[in-house]
């Protein structure tokens, strides 16, 4: 992670520093899907996605490792615990409240919701952020961390008795128990097309068609074509 720390000051890389650490051991037990790698991931297509867009970088490379400090799914769809956490945090780094207060805007305004959510806030910071976030949805990993969740939900892997809902109000997307393939429909499918920036664009196009024809071979398989 040094590139970051590079174009920028002493003061900057030792907060940064210091976040990443506070980061790694608050999400040590995480979920596979939300743990430090996840967070990892996101920090670096901030970064490489802030390369085109005219933002603070200290915003969105702290934003990018606080988004999921306390994501709600594991604390009872409480959705206050994260900001509050990252604010507490930052409090601590010597940082002026305007940069404090971003961030914490951001935390709580990053994630996808359902996709029905009114935006409340926004900033050129935000829109990397949910680009550099949602890509990590998308694609191999994408798959990868949905079906890890859908396991540590134990939920199905699949009923073609259950249609996807595409219409959910954000309080029955959170506490939804569909099977893990209807979140392809309900979520990662619909990502591509509410990405913010043009490099978030350009990569979410290439993973999208890499779930497409995953999505083809699951059904092939489940239909014993193949």
């Known amino acids: 992670m040094g590139s970051f720390s590079s174009r920028h000051g002493a003061q900057a890389s030792e907060i940064i520093q210091n976040t990443i650490t506070f980061v790694k051991n608050e999400l040590k037990n995480a979920e596979g899907g939300h743990d430090w790698f996840h967070i990892e991931r996101v920090y670096k297509n901030a970064l490489l996605i802030s390369k085109s867009e005219d933002v603070n970088e200290i915003v969105v490379a702290l934003g990018a490792l606080l988004h999921d400090i306390a994501d709600s799914k594991f604390h009872d769809g409480d959705e206050s615990v994260g900001p509050k956490k990252a604010r507490q945090f930052l409090e601590t780094q010597n940082l002026s409240e305007e940069i404090i207060g971003h961030i914490v805007k951001i935390i709580e305004n990053v994630s996808f919701k359902g996709g029905n959510k009114t935006k409340d806030f926004t900033s050129n910071e935000l829109e990397v952020l949910q680009d550099a976030d949602r890509l990590d949805a998308l694609g191999a990993i ?19 008795e259950i249609a996807p809902n595409l219409n959910m109000t954000p309080a029955e997307y959170k506490t939804s128990d569909a099977p893990t393939i209807n979140h392809f429909y309900e979520k990662l499918l619909l990502l591509k097309d509410r990405m913010n920036t043009e490099t978030g664009r350009k990569i979410a196009e290439e993973r999208h068609r890499f779930m497409e024809t995953y999505l083809k071979q699951f059904y092939a398989e489940w239909d014993g074509v193949k």
């Open 142 to 160: 994408g798959i990868a961390r949905t079906f890890n969740y859908g396991g540590f939900k134990n939920r199905k892997l699949y009923d073609p």
